[in-house]
T-cell receptor
């Protein structure tokens, strides 16, 4: 059911930018790209979402390619607390509401 | 203040037993969900409720029966537990079916032995 593919794991040096890629080649025109993260033993936490344009908030930036088939989540200055599993999700909207289809995620390890 | 809270956090039980997991949200949301995260960390939606009414049942066995006594609560009852039910179960809530963001609880780790 997952509509996204992500690398299984990545490392990033503390203080550097973490760039997490995601492929969603079958995304439809009205489906949003969401990013959540899950820190060990906690529930998933919302990070950011977008449709076509690049987005930025206090946590991260989201870069979506023009054809919308892939995106990149950027954590500008990674800290040790950013170590988590990052999920790239396609939000499907239907008459039953919005559904979030999680993939297997990328395990990001921030290294001191 | 915990926005979405689940109890218990850990649950170990024998095959064949019946157990319940409770979920409460104090965000004033009208939509609640149950997700299952398996051993491979794959998170999959099970149910969604809007204003106490079942909206989505994603091919979950009949042994799983959600109950929503009011908009702030969505409990999950599981009958005749099987080994394959071992997983982490997450409750979530959002404002409306078309909300842009869902808030998740801390999860309940269910182990069936």
């Amino acid at each position: 059911d997952a509509k996204t593919t992500q690398p299984t794991s990545m490392d990033c040096a503390e203080g550097r930018a973490a760039n997490l890629p995601c492929n969603h080649s079958t995304i439809s025109g009205n489906e949003y790209v969401y990013w959540y993260r899950q820190i060990h033993s906690q529930g998933p936490q919302y990070i950011i979402h977008g449709l076509k344009n690049n987005e930025t908030n206090e946590m991260a930036s989201l870069i979506i390619t023009e054809d919308r088939k892939s995106s990149t989540l950027i954590l500008p200055h990674a800290t040790l607390r950013d170590t988590a599993v990052y999920y790239c999700i396609v939000r499907v909207s239907s008459y039953t509401g919005n559904q979030f289809y999680f993939g297997t995620g990328t395990s990001l390890t921030v290294i001191p | 203040d915990t926005a979405v809270s689940q109890t218990p956090k850990y649950l170990v039980t024998q095959m064949g037993n019946d157990k319940s997991i409770k979920c409460e949200q104090n965000l004033g949301h009208d939509t609640m969900y149950w997700y299952k995260q398996d051993s491979k960390k794959f998170l999959k939606i099970m149910f969604s409720y809007n204003n106490k009414e079942l909206i989505i049942n994603e091919t979950v066995p009949n042994r799983f029966s959600p109950k929503s006594p009011d908009k702030a609560h969505l409990n999950l009852h599981i009958n005749s537990l099987e080994l394959g039910d071992s997983a982490v179960y997450f409750c979530a809530s959002s404002q409306g079916l078309v909300a842009t963001e869902a808030f998740f609880g801390q999860g309940t780790r269910l182990t069936v032995v």
